[in-house]
Nanobody, 116 residues
């Protein structure tokens, strides 16, 4: 079955950086696009970034363009989210996700808190 395990969240000051990782298993990772979503308290889950199966195409939410970078390592079945110049409003639970033949799958999420 599809398993997605996020790591790398934590507490960071405004302007700081974090790198999230997502370890994937149970499916042909290199065949599928991968995405990062986030959900802040009291808000709907939103798409943050998406990367194509081979990593040659990326898309970002307007709110993170120029600050976040999504990447993947198909040899290691990992997808990453490098987050720079973090803002208070980036505070959320971040989820790794993909849609395969098995349907939409989600990781358990990792908390990112931006606070001074």
């Amino acid at each position: 079955q599809v398993q997605l395990v996020e790591s790398g969240g934590g507490l960071v000051q405004p302007g700081g950086s974090l790198r999230l990782s997502c370890a994937a298993s149970g499916f042909a990772f290199s065949n599928y696009p991968m995405s990062w979503y986030r959900q802040a308290p009291g808000k709907e889950r939103e798409l943050v970034a998406r990367i194509s199966a081979v990593g040659d195409n990326t898309n970002y939410a307007d709110s993170v363009k120029g600050r976040f970078t999504i990447s993947r390592d198909n040899a290691e079945n990992q997808v990453y989210l490098q987050m720079n110049s973090l803002k208070l409003e980036d505070t959320a639970v971040y989820y790794c996700s993909t849609r395969t033949v098995f349907g939409r799958s989600w990781g358990q999420g990792t908390q990112v808190t931006v606070s001074s």
